[in-house]
């Protein structure tokens, strides 16, 4: 099966380029399509489009934005088989999980639609005969970009919070997932979006950046992807003294409480950790059971782990696919070498299945030394290390002895553990007996090099507008 050749879509109009690049599908290898490489001439028409599409849609009403973006979240609700089958082709994940992903997607811009009309300013109390109004206004052409783990949900969180505002973005999705981004602009011609308020443009990652960051007309700068870029996009952005949003690493620990039922906790977190084959920056990794009950979670949870059937996400049987690319093979395996060679218990999994497809097992590590790699390197993949704690405070300590902070989760059946979970934990996202970090309605990012800012909820809208003060005395 293939994709659709990708091209980029700037001022309303999908461009074709000299030179591509082959999109490849994780369960066979198998190129499924070519996307287009932006040369710097495209870069220029970009962001000469997205400068016209922030001069129309900043002038447009939160209503009428509103209107448009949840009329293409309903035609991304009728095309969801559609958009779900290329999902799955192009990263690997189940069927049943990419049509979980563009529901997601659609709920982002149906909240931030929400946030587009209720996003007021205020007015301060002032002495009679002057005014002090305070209005929030869109912060101009955004440069955005987003990864390959999720390639409808991730884009929509960026286009969803830079439209609802009131600016245009150029995004650069994915080169190896493209096909996600293009769907939402299919959605949004469909549903009436006016030329140059939602560009696209793929290619080389760094020229990309290095040209939208430093142009004049781009005033707000949104990354979801690895720290180490995260940081240098955040330093170009500085150098331009602009605003940069950034969705980092993280490495979630889990905190398995005394008092908490190590059955259900052990059945919940194998449930979630394999969701995606564990690509994803919240994705539950290093679990701290307390010692009384680690045996029982340890079972529950390599019970729960065998029921994952890993095969192509096509296939209705499969509850997990490959990963999205070859990288993340070198690196699990490397990492899960790297503990055993200092002493940790491998539980299950542990190297790639097949010779054909980015196939690798659900993966546990036992009773690692904290010197291992993986205690402190995110794995992005389905790799959890398991290692008993004597103490909730050992276990708080250890949680937050990275430099990461992005989600953190517990389990227990005290209000008085989780209070000390929800005010210990240095982390953006905290979840107390659930492996839900956020949905739309709530505000997403991380602390320390887990980035910053905040995506969805009430927040959400933040980044994308600037606070302008107005004082006017009545004449
Ligand atoms: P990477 O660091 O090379 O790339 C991460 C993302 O950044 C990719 O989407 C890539 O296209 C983009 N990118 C890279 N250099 C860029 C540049 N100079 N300008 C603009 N964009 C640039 O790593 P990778 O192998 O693709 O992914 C590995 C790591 O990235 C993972 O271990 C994980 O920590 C992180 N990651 C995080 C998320 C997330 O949701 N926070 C998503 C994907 C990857």
């Known amino acids: 099966m293939q994709i659709s050749d990708v091209r980029l879509f700037i001022g309303g109009e999908w461009r074709k ?26 870069l220029e028409a970009a962001v000469s489009a997205a400068a016209e599409g922030f ?43 990419a049509r979980l992903e563009v529901i997601r997607g659609c709920e982002f811009f149906e909240w931030d639609a929400g946030e587009a009309v209720r996003f007021y300013g205020r007015v301060i109390p002032s002495a009679p005969g002057i005014r002090y109004i305070v209005l929030h206004e869109p912060i101009g052409p955004v440069a955005g970009f987003a990864p ?78 690895s720290t180490p870029v995260g940081k240098h996009l955040t330093e170009l952005a500085a150098r331009y003294m602009k605003p940069a949003l950034m969705e980092l690493g993280g490495h979630a620990p889990v905190v398995v ?96 299945l097949k010779n054909n497809g980015y196939f690798f097992p659900p993966t546990a590590l036992a009773d690692l030394p904290d010197d291992a790699r993986v205690m402190r390197e995110e794995p992005f993949g389905p790799l959890a290390v398991i290692n008993p704690v004597v103490s909730i405070d050992e276990a708080i300590d250890k949680a937050n002895s990275l430099p990461f902070g992005l989600a953190a989760y517990g389990f227990t059946n005290s209000v008085a553990n989780a209070d000390r979970l929800m005010s210990g934990l240095e982390a953006g996202n905290i979840s107390i007996n659930t492996l839900e970090a956020s949905v739309a309605e709530t505000p997403f990012g991380g602390v320390k090099e887990s980035g910053l800012g905040r995506e969805g909820g009430t927040e959400g809208l933040h980044h994308y507008t600037v606070v302008k003060n107005v004082s006017c005395r009545i004449l």
């Open 148 to 225: 390959w783990n999720f390639p409808m949900s991730q884009p929509a969180r960026k286009i969803a919070g830079a439209l609802a505002a009131g600016c245009s973005i150029i995004l650069k999705s994915s080169e190896e997932t493209p096909t996600g981004a293009t769907h939402i602009a299919r959605a949004f011609v469909d549903a009436g979006l006016p030329a140059g308020v939602l560009n696209l443009v793929y290619g080389i990652p760094s020229r990309i950046s290095e040209f939208l960051i430093p142009r004049p007309e781009i005033r707000a700068i949104a990354f979801t992807g």
């Open 257 to 352: 409480c005394e008092d908490a039922d190590p059955v259900a906790a052990g059945i919940a977190s194998a449930s979630r950790k394999y969701r995606n084959a564990g690509q994803v920056c919240t994705s539950p990794t290093r679990f701290f059971v307390h010692e009384a009950l680690y045996d029982r979670f340890v079972t529950a949870f390599t019970e729960t782990a065998a029921k994952v059937r890993v095969g192509n996400g096509l296939d209705p049987e499969t509850t997990m696919g490959p990963v999205a690319n070859n990288r993340r093979i070198a690196a699990l395996e490397e990492l899960v070498a790297d503990a055993q060679s200092r002493g940790a218990r491998l539980l299950f999994g542990g190297s790639r």
């Open 55 to 97: 001069r129309v849609w900043s002038r447009t009403s939160p209503a009428e934005r509103a209107r448009i973006m949840l009329k293409a979240a309903a035609l991304m609700r009728e095309r969801i088989e559609e958009i779900a089958l290329s999902i799955t082709l192009e990263n690997g994940k189940t069927l049943n999980e």
């Open 17 to 42: 380029t000299k030179e591509t690049l082959p999109v490849i599908n994780p369960a066979d290898e198998q190129m499924i399509g070519t996307v287009a490489v932006a040369e710097t001439s495209d």
